[in-house]
């Protein structure tokens, strides 16, 4: 299957930007370009003097501490989920051992 590339138009701080993307994620490129265009207008209207330049970067590095916090997130509770499943397998195994060992007396 070939994927099709296509040109998609996104609009940022009343910039447009062409990007080519696989055609299935052009959706996904829009809401993400809406998502970034908020928050670089919150910092911008908090920060009047900043130049877009500044404001883009301010907005990547608080979009990637919020990414990597998430991703720390979720690696935590993937440890604690496993954890709490070896524990009841662990249960299981002690109570089929039990079973079998009333079974073979």
């Known amino acids: 299957m070939?994927?099709?590339v296509m040109g998609t138009t996104v609009e940022v701080?009343?910039?447009?930007?062409?990007?080519?993307?696989p055609e299935h994620?052009?959706?996904?490129?829009?809401?993400?370009?809406e998502y970034l265009e908020e928050k670089m207008r919150e910092i911008r209207d908090v920060n009047h003097i900043?130049?877009?330049?500044r404001i883009?970067?301010?907005a990547?590095?608080?979009m990637t501490h919020q990414l990597l916090t998430v991703e720390h997130e979720k690696h935590v509770y993937t440890q604690m989920?496993?954890?709490?499943?070896?524990?009841?397998?662990?249960k299981l195994d002690e109570c089929l051992n039990k079973k079998m060992e009333l079974l073979s007396e």
Do not use: F, M, P, R
């Open 2 to 4: 070939t994927i099709q």
């Open 13 to 21: 701080l009343g910039k447009s930007y062409k990007i080519k993307c």
């Open 25 to 33: 994620e052009a959706e996904a490129l829009q809401k993400a370009a």
């Open 50 to 53: 900043l130049s877009i330049d």
């Open 56 to 58: 883009a970067v301010i």
């Open 60 to 62: 990547a590095l608080n």
């Open 81 to 90: 989920v496993n954890a709490k499943l070896e524990n009841l397998q662990n």
